[in-house]
């Protein structure tokens, strides 16, 4: 509740509670789909991870999520952190995440070859040049690359002000397609 998110999309992502650590937890999965660290968020928002995790996405995506996930499957939405991931998914996009706005590439450059993607950037100066950054390795790997902001600090704080699938939408169509170059 204090996250503005629908319990259900946060137990898509795998959230649980860690007792020892007292805070929510994350897992972060490799390319090989399987779990090879856990985020923590505490209930002051600071985060951190487990001791010996190593950085992962959130939310691993597989056949059956691209197929029936969203009205164009082939589309994935890339967030910064699990709760802008879960914001995504309750918009009903197909979303993963990212630990940080550089965190896992080499992973995400393997999940998302042939799928149209869109890089989701925290509305910040490191956010865009990591979304940038981001871009310019999925450029010919993937089938199209676009970078959108949300009108507020980060997909979450806009879906909790009242975004729509519909404007998220309209973002993505109106944003620029990154190609070799650009």
């Known amino acids: ?19 020892e650590h007292k ?17 923590l ?10 001791v010996g995790s190593q950085e992962g996405v959130f939310r691993m995506l597989n056949d059956l999520t691209l197929k029936s996930e969203q009205l164009s ?14 914001a995504l998914l309750q918009l009903g ?3 993963v995440g990212r630990p940080s706005c550089t965190g896992a590439v080499g ?18 100066s490191p956010g865009r040049s990591g979304a940038r950054m981001l871009a310019s390795k999925l450029i010919g790997l993937v089938e199209s690359v676009k970078i959108i902001e949300p009108h507020r600090s ?14 998220v939408e309209m973002l993505t169509h ?9």
């Open 73 to 86: 499957p082939s589309t994935v939405y890339v967030a910064e952190g699990p709760t802008d991931t879960a």
């Open 93 to 95: 996009f197909t979303a």
């Open 174 to 182: 109106d944003a620029k397609e990154y190609t070799h170059g650009t």
């Open 23 to 39: 805070s929510w937890s994350f897992p972060m999965y490799g390319a090989d789909k399987k779990v090879r660290g856990i985020r």
């Open 107 to 124: 992973i995400l450059v393997e999940i998302l070859k042939q799928l149209n993607v869109v890089i989701v950037t925290d509305a910040d």
């Open 154 to 167: 980060d997909m979450r704080e806009w879906v909790t002000a009242g975004a729509t699938q519909e404007a």
């Open 41 to 50: 968020r505490a209930t002051t928002g600071k985060k951190f991870a487990v």
């Open 1 to 19: 509740a204090e996250l503005g998110l629908e319990w259900v999309v946060l137990s898509v992502i795998g959230l649980g509670w860690s007792a």
